[in-house]
């Protein structure tokens, strides 16, 4: 049973560029949440989707987009990069209908240079 | 919206000792404590997590006590290990789906356990 899967693993980007991270879910699992997690602090809730809508929101700026595909998986766009952004990008998956706990995969590590 | 605050940022014991680290929260609708330990390079990963209507839950030598009252939960380790070596986070979140709802995480406790 393949768990959370991102790609890529590791990118590296100047300042101003634009990024698309993608995520796939566990398997029956039908939400897709994304996190950013700056070196040495906690994950900070960007967004998630569901039935290929957003259906929350964190406390991010309009650079910060996603889509979810018919299929669950997801993608994550950051545009006009700033270096501030570097950090490791988590997704999340679950099943929205299920009181059961989100499961993470490895994450992305985005560097801005 | 909701604020945790974790404590302490760093925690060294001794082997086989106990540790203790604890959280609290703002917002008094959230229902859903769960607690996540990620090693260098990994993926958080559950440990253990509790629901608004339980104020303690067990699982071998973890455990979580909530303080609804207070806002208050903790997580508490018992025998430490080498192996328990890592950094832990406390979350909230709340809804019906809390586990799958919005996780606000605490800013992370270093635990070193030593030989």
């Known amino acids: 049973d393949a768990g959370v899967t991102q790609s890529p693993t590791h990118l590296i980007k100047t300042r101003g560029q634009q990024v698309t991270l993608r995520c796939s879910p566990k398997?029956?699992?039908?939400?897709v949440s994304w996190y950013q997690q700056a070196l040495g602090q906690g994950p900070q809730f960007i967004f998630q989707?569901?039935?290929?809508?957003?259906?929350q929101r964190g406390n991010f700026p309009d650079r910060f987009s996603g889509h979810q595909f018919p299929n669950y998986s997801s993608e994550l766009n950051v545009n006009a990069l700033l270096l501030g952004d570097s950090a490791l990008y988590l997704c999340?998956?679950?099943?929205?209908?299920?009181?059961?706990?989100?499961?993470f995969g490895d994450g992305t590590r985005l560097s801005i240079l | 919206g909701e604020n945790v605050e974790q404590h302490p940022s760093t925690l060294s014991v001794q082997e086989g000792d106990s540790a203790v680290i604890k959280c609290t929260y703002s917002?008094?609708?959230?229902?859903?404590f769960p607690w996540y330990k990620q090693e260098l390079g990994k993926r958080p990963q559950l440990i253990i997590d509790?629901?608004?209507?339980?104020g303690e839950k067990k699982d071998q030598r973890i455990a979580v006590t909530l303080n609804k009252t207070a806002k208050h939960f903790s997580l508490h380790i018992t025998e430490t290990q080498p192996e328990d070596s890592a950094v832990y986070f406390c979350?909230?979140?709340?809804?019906?789906?809390?586990?799958?709802?919005?996780?606000?995480f605490g800013t992370g406790t270093q635990l070193k356990v030593e030989l």
């Open positions: 999340a998956s679950s099943f929205r209908a299920s009181n059961q706990p989100q499961h």
């Open positions: 398997s029956g699992h039908d939400t």
């Open positions: 989707y569901y039935e290929e809508e957003e259906r």
């Open positions: 917002d008094s609708a959230s229902n859903y």
């Open positions: 509790i629901r608004s209507n339980v």
């Open positions: 979350a909230a979140s709340e809804g019906l789906t809390g586990g799958g709802n919005k996780l606000t």
